[in-house]
């Protein structure tokens, strides 16, 4: 029965697609546990316990700290439908701060597009390598253009003289046959305004006549919406048309969108046209080019490919025109290569605006095979704003390495004079940076492709200044020039932000942590009389100034390969000497036997709880579920918490223990 005493508190942090994080407790009894009902449609999906250690709630004063919990959406929930997630006190029935949580969100959707757009009410350009490319790419949506009452101008660059493969036409006249088709192709289209560049076929290039010319073209014409093929097409002059467009809109700085089309060459698309009621107006243009169908059933292929991409929008749609729209002032800062990127992560490739800069500062030194693993990580993360600050402490000339991977995003290169060691390295790339948070990741570790991106938007929802992820741990050993993987991976799964274990033992990859680099003007930057461990002396001075947050999910890889022959014990101590007013005692062993006793009794304590727990259900006559099965896992997690192995061994080798 609830007390007239009894106040809850609880509060929903943070959900993305997967996760759900929060806490809850009875202020007036925080010790005491509590259930937390999840329902979704009025129905109870899950009964859980917040048993997960809290080191800031701890802080607070209230209790032990162990109020957080982790609800993990299920799969069923992720299928593009609405559900609302409530999270209510069994014991009030009133529910938390931040409920109800709202999902709507389809997996497959961070990959491909599931609804069509609609591109009308534009200036349009359309630029064919050849006469036929404007009607198989794009005839559809241009006939809704045209419905529309859209300007619309197509550009065909080519002379098309090599597409007859018979030799039955003198070349001039093969040429005309080819113009008088794709007038006949652009008149089906709706289409009037159409010119022809006449560039020899098979050598069309992005040469300075072409890319001036198309620059004037721009700046005459004044398009929104360009049409061209993709630079992955595998037609040279396709190729070709993409590389002239890019650096023509570099050198006009005209504000449009491109839309990068499809021929022979399937792309990752980020837009889908519905074409179904121009689909019969696109076949009569393309079979219009009677010169190229006697080769190849390009309509057939064309419409093939539409039909395709109607795949994830069958419901409403039967043909699909499939694009990947860029903006231009994303080519204005990128070479041509940066199309590559993105083609990875289409549905990622949001605007920046209102995504703050996140700095990731790699330090090398002398292992380029190494770095290029490092800096190829980075290239692929899923968040669209990150700069790389690669600073180099060693002998070799990384030129090369920089001038491949800036084609891909921003990099800022420091090579210091002489080599001043890891530290000294780590804080030239925090002086150096730009972003608004940092994250560390040396030349031997990786990234995998969310972890930017759930670390920064982590820090933006909820306002901290400091998260970590979990990491894999991997062994490697060299083969001649190769490094190959050593057994299997194994799972780090950082623990919940605990301040007395981090004074005794570092529990964070440096990889892992993402912090403001505000932070850095009131903690000082990492000590550089630290060989090692600077990256410990930093996060507990992070520590100090602002809760640092787990944030659940592997997201990196940390890789070993080779044991290193520093004093770890000699700098270990360097940490306990240079935070001895935290330990209280200069006896160091003194300080680790309280803390052991300490832990036995918080044991103790959780062993309590765990089993006033279960007689709870059991009089309640509750069948234990999978939230249970967890909280029970996590409970005895917890409960055998004890300092660190090494920590032990270090003490029983002093004849301590």
């Known amino acids: 029965m609830r007390k007239l005493t009894d106040n809850y508190i609880g509060q929903i942090e943070f959900f993305d697609n997967s996760t759900i994080k929060g806490w809850a407790l009875n202020e007036s009894s925080p010790d005491e546990p509590l259930r937390v009902r999840v329902e979704q449609g009025g129905q109870v999906v899950c009964e859980l316990t917040p048993s997960i250690f809290r080191w800031d709630l701890k802080q607070k004063g209230y209790g032990r700290g162990y109020h957080g919990f982790m609800y993990r959406i299920s799969p069923e929930y992720l299928d593009g439908g609405s559900y609302e997630f409530k999270f209510i006190f069994d014991e009030s029935n009133q529910e938390i701060s931040g409920s109800p949580v709202s999902i709507n969100h389809l997996w497959e959707e961070d990959y491909t597009p599931f609804s069509t757009v609609d591109l009308a009410n534009n200036t349009v350009l359309v630029l064919a390598p050849h006469a036929d490319d404007e009607s198989f790419a794009c005839g559809g949506s241009l006939v809704h253009h045209a419905k529309n009452g859209d300007k619309i101008k197509i550009a065909i660059l080519t002379d098309g003289s090599k597409g007859d493969f018979t030799g039955e036409y003198r070349k001039e006249d093969y040429i005309l046959k080819r113009e008088e088709e794709a007038k006949r192709a652009s008149e089906i289209l709706g289409v009037s305004d159409i010119e022809f560049w006449g560039n020899p076929d098979r ?3 992005a040469d300075e006549e072409n890319i001036d010319r198309m620059a004037e073209l721009l700046e005459s014409y004044k398009p929104t919406l360009i049409y061209v093929p993709s630079p992955l097409e595998f037609h040279t002059d396709h190729r070709a048309a993409a590389n002239i467009i890019w650096r023509s809109l570099q050198k006009s700085k005209t504000v449009c969108r491109v839309a990068f089309s499809e021929i022979n060459t399937a792309i990752r698309v980020n837009a889908l046209v519905d074409i179904s009621a121009t689909v019969e107006q696109k076949r009569k243009a393309c079979d219009s080019y009677f010169s190229q169908l006697d080769n190849i059933p390009y309509t057939d292929f064309a419409l093939g490919l539409n039909r395709y991409r109607a795949l994830t929008v069958s419901s409403s749609c039967s043909y699909a025109e499939g694009f990947f729209i860029i903006n231009s002032n994303e080519i204005l800062k990128h070479p041509i290569e940066y199309f590559s990127k993105q083609q990875f992560f289409s549905a990622f490739t949001e605007k920046k605006e209102n995504r703050p800069l996140v700095s990731i500062i790699v330090r090398t030194k002398d292992r380029p095979v190494l770095l290029r693993d490092t800096l190829s990580s980075i290239v692929m993360q899923s968040y669209p704003n990150v700069e790389i600050v690669l600073v180099n402490d060693g002998e070799e000339d990384l030129t090369p390495i920089v001038d491949e991977f800036k084609a891909y995003t921003e990099i800022h290169y420091i090579k210091p004079e002489d080599s001043r060691g890891r530290t000294a390295a780590g804080n030239a790339g925090i002086r150096a940076s730009k972003g608004k948070y940092i994250n560390f990741l040396d030349d031997d570790d990786v990234f995998y492709y969310n972890h930017v991106q759930k670390l920064a938007d982590y820090l933006e929802t909820t306002g901290q200044k400091v998260a970590y992820s979990d990491c894999e741990i991997a062994h490697y050993e060299w083969i001649d020039k190769e490094f190959v993987l050593k057994g299997e991976k194994e799972l780090f799964r950082g623990g919940e932000h605990d301040l007395d274990q981090l004074y005794v ?18 903690v000082g930057y990492p000590d550089e009389d630290l060989e090692i461990y600077e990256d410990w002396d930093l996060f507990l001075r992070l520590s100090l100034q602002s809760d640092s947050v787990r944030v659940p999910g592997v997201t990196a890889e940390y890789r070993i390969f080779a044991d290193h022959d520093y004093d770890f014990t000699k700098w270990r101590f ?37 089993e006033k727990n279960v007689e709870i259900r059991k009089s309640n006559e509750l069948e234990l579920s999978f939230g249970d099965n967890y909280l029970v896992w996590k409970m005895r997690t917890v409960a055998k918490k004890l300092i660190p192995k090494r920590v032990v061994e270090f003490l029983r080798s002093k004849n301590i223990l």
Do not use: G, H, S
């Open 203 to 205: 050598d069309l290039r």
């Open 505 to 522: 033992t570092n529990y964070l990859p440096n990889m892992t942590v993402m912090f403001a680099k505000n932070l850095c003007d009131t």
């Open 574 to 610: 360097k940490i306990y000497d240079k935070y001895k007013d935290y330990f209280k005692t200069e006896n160091y062993e003194e300080w680790f036997l309280k803390r052991i006793d300490d832990l036995y009794e918080e044991n103790r304590y959780l062993r309590q709880l765990l």
